[in-house]
């Protein structure tokens, strides 16, 4: 057995014997990824006992499991569990896996299916009983778990996103079943780069006698095809010397708590509670810290909470976690917050009086990290209106850099940089539109983090500039900054800056003969008035023949829709179109242009449109874009698409040559707002009326063309035009 512990650049390198050959991961670069421990597959009457039935087997790799969690946990390891399973109205489960063994020929096995209810719940649905992972195994706070649809893990799921946030490489992993969900998962891991090692008796599945030792031999095969195999004890021993970095399981506790050590990083923080120091004591050091430092520098904060109240929140703390092996990740850390971040109660005052305002909820940053443990200890100064980098710009003060009193703390994140360069707190939440969090945190000897825009809320907050701010995170190192961005990120969906929910993709029923239904949307009885007689006839018929096809027609928000359509050609995006000509073209060119288009021209330039007009639209544009992308959802209230007729009629010549922008205008009621919303559309044939219909003259001879538009979310094209398709044929799969 090979055995080694060092510490290399990485960090501390372990190494046990495995096949091929012995298996050396850096510790801070690995997770314990346990694969599905659901009661579904280890317990009777569960999924497991009607897919492979020898739950015997299956059942064997729960203790060693569980040695090999306490063993991992007990190093501080990051440990990833998975679960296999489905939203509740099933969209995210193909039928590729919804009924193919049910379909065989002479099945007599699986007569439930999954989202059939069993005793354990609805099989394989999420949020029943039977999808949750087994008491043995329950996960602990900081440990993360993924909802999986697939056999792997890497399929529509954050996995890769959430190990690469945590820098792992390495990974070792166990769980159910070996020859479906942890080969599949190694498989996936090993083509991302991930050297994977399987523990031999942490795995099993339903068909032990047969499957697991060809699926281990397959992984290492070769030189290792996919990875290594190794065993448990090898790696418990190679883990115990480190058992006192993490979580001690059934460590007694120390007979004197221990003192605080000053060091308030969030590592040493997470290190020193679980060893058993009290977030009071920690709180008691802070403020005598902040009382003496308000002599060096009173400019600090604008509101500093009253000691008693951070007392009282430290103790409820002791309270609400009484298991120091199971403490949430900020557990006990002191925080402080820039004063154009909302907290419910508290004025946010930008360093500007006259726009203070008391809100009455708190930004979701700040709830955020209250709900994982944090400690709020005051509102930070900031330069007014978080407008300069210099940190002289507040009525509050001018703090001072912590490395001289006569040199610039930086802005405008000044307060915040400074209290925690001046060791007062562990972190603060800042924001960052130009440098606001960097240039301050250089000149404090501090971390300053500005993450991709739009991937933490930046809701609740005094904007500076709200097309460009985002939040900053000010650190005392990297790994903090980093510890507090896998907490903050994630979209928010009523931040209309948010970037896109991270990209789940539809699996193939979507556009595949297997999809029997699709959910459709169209605009509400008022949008549609605007239409002539024959178009709302036809357009009624046209739901009749889409809900014959398999459509379910679902109720949607319009009016992102109907708005995004007015900012078209009522907002400032005209003026974008004079941006793309000389300027002198007009004048030079009118003579030469058509009647209609130069005074279409003239009624652009005299709105004399400000520079403030076109970021309100373009501010609009976001937030009507967001809405819009709810509509598309996937999720249960999400729709495939929305239909809309193309137009709401058919003009005549004369019509449009008397009224000729009105016209126009009313022809683009429902495809203004494609582009404007970022979405993709198709216009297919509908069929046709007579011309009568349309005129109200018996005379008229004839008939004119209707057509609808199918409008889908961004990128969703192959979905949209497969659905046009089948309108097209008639439902034809
Ligand atoms: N069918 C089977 O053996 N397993 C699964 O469906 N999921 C897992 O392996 N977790």
Known sequence: MTKMANTSPNGTMLSFDAKPYAFSFPLEHTALLIIDMQRDFLLTKGFGEIQGGNLEAVQASIAPTKKLLEACRAAGMTVFHTREGHKSDLSDCPSSKLIRQEAAPGNTQHKLVIGDKGELGRLLTRGEYGHDIIDELKPIPGEVVIDKPGKGSFWNTTILHQLKARAITHLIVSGVTTECCFATTIREANDRGFECCGIEEATSGYNDACFKKSTLDMIHWSQGLFGYIG??????????????????????PPQTPPTFDGDLTISALQRAYKRGLSPVTVVEAIYQKIEAYKKIDPAVWIHLQPRDAALDAARQLVSTYPDRNALPPLFGVPFSVKDSIDIAGLPTTTACPPLAHVPSTSAPVYDKVIAEGALFIGKANLDQL????????????????????????????SGSTVSVGANLVSFSLATDTAGSGRVPAGFNGIVGYKPTRGTISFRGITPACLSLDCIALSAKTVSDARTLWQILEGHDSLDPYAK?????????????PQSRAFKFGIPPPEALAICSPPARRMFNETMSKLQSIGGVLTPIDWSPFQKAGQLLYDGTFVSERL??????????????LHPVTAQLMDAVVARKSSAVDAYRDLQAQALYTRQAEKVFAYSDSGVDVVVVPTTPTHWRIDEVLADPIKKNSILGEFTHCGNVLDLCGVAVPAGTYPVKELSGEEGDEGVLPFSVTFLGGSRLDAEVLEIARRFEEGGKV
Do not use: W
Not at 231 to 252: C, E, I, K, R, Y
Not at 579 to 592: I, M, Q, V, Y
């Open 231 to 252: 065993s448990l004890q090898p790696l418990l021993d190679a883990l115990s010397p480190l058992s006192g970095q993490g979580v001690a399981a059934n460590s007694t």
């Open 386 to 413: 978080a407008t300069g980098l210099v940190g002289c710009r507040s009525p509050y003060g001018i703090p001072h850099s912590v490395y001289h009193k006569d040199y610039i703390s930086g802005g405008s994140s």
């Open 500 to 512: 896109p929910e991270m990209g789940f993709e539809r699996h193939i029923n979507s556009i595949g």
């Open 579 to 592: 941006a793309s000509l000389p300027d002198d073209f007009l004048e030079k060119n009118r003579s030469a």
